[in-house]
């Protein structure tokens, strides 16, 4: 069935990297746009990045720009997030999630993985 | 940047009850909206696309309306798995942006 799994959260201090995997099964990855939205604790969703099929368009939101870089190995049907420089407020549940398009127009998250916690603490 | 209101933030309401949640944006989106519902520690789930489209699978009770910038998520006869927090995003320009959540919770 189609899946998104995401990996490589975990506790890192401030001004510290780390990076996100999201393993996808059950589709055509390299066909999808593919996304990164977060989730502070108990707070409400935030789009985080955005990625072309081939790569080759990419879009950040504000808060991340210059620090975070989206990519992905489409033999290996795999989307990444590298996240340097983290300060507190990256704290979240960091969800990859399928971008669907309909009539040319895409936008919407129709797959959403489980997400991985990233906790940015000293 | 494309700002959005959603209201109310917080619905009381009873099983069976007819329930509607507002999303309102800062500019003109034509029908580039889309709504997720959401449970307690589980990832959000697409509801609707197109701001009117059904995602396959999502009970005939869900549906959406509206174009522009005022958009209305219905839900015609609450059941008990509908309790959870409602989100719409908008993706008709980048940053994409999501409302700030509806919690429809048990009366």
Redesign the interface.
């Known amino acids: 069935q189609v899946q998104l799994v995401e990996s490589g959260g975990g506790l890192v201090k401030p001004g510290g990297s780390l990076r996100l995997s999201c393993a996808a099964s059950g589709f055509t990855f390299s066909d999808y746009y593919m996304?990164w939205i977060r989730q502070a604790p108990g707070k409400?969703?935030?789009?985080v990045s955005?990625i072309s099929s081939s790569g080759s368009t990419i879009?950040y939101?504000?808060s991340v720009k210059g620090r975070f870089t989206i990519s992905r190995d489409n033999a290996k049907n795999s989307l990444y997030l590298q996240m340097n420089s983290l300060r507190a407020e990256d704290t979240a549940v960091y969800?990859c999630a399928r971008v669907?398009m309909?009539r040319g127009?895409?936008?919407?998250?129709?797959v959403?993985?489980?997400?991985t916690t990233v906790t940015v603490s000293s | 940047v494309i700002w959005m209101t959603q209201s109310p933030s917080l619905l009381s309401a009873s099983t069976g009850d007819r329930v509607t949640i507002s999303c309102r944006m800062s500019q003109g989106i034509s029908s580039?909206l889309?709504w997720?519902q959401?449970k307690p520690g589980?990832?959000?789930?697409?509801l609707i696309?197109?701001a009117s489209?059904l995602?396959s699978g999502v009970p005939s009770r869900f549906s959406g309306s509206g174009s522009g910038t005022d958009f209305t998520l219905t839900i015609s006869c609450l059941q008990s798995e509908d309790f959870a927090t409602y989100?719409c995003?908008q993706?008709?320009s980048?940053?994409?942006?999501?409302?700030?959540?509806t919690k429809v919770e048990i009366k």
């Not at chain 1, 409400?44 to 789009?47: P, T």
């Not at chain 2, 980048?94 to 959540?101: D, E, L, S, V």
């Open positions: 996304s409400g969703l935030e789009w955005y879009y939101a504000d969800y669907g309909v127009v895409l936008g919407y998250m129709d959403w993985g489980k997400g | 580039y889309a997720y959401q589980k990832a959000p789930e697409l696309y197109a489209t995602q989100y995003q993706y008709y980048f940053p994409w942006t999501f409302g700030q959540g």
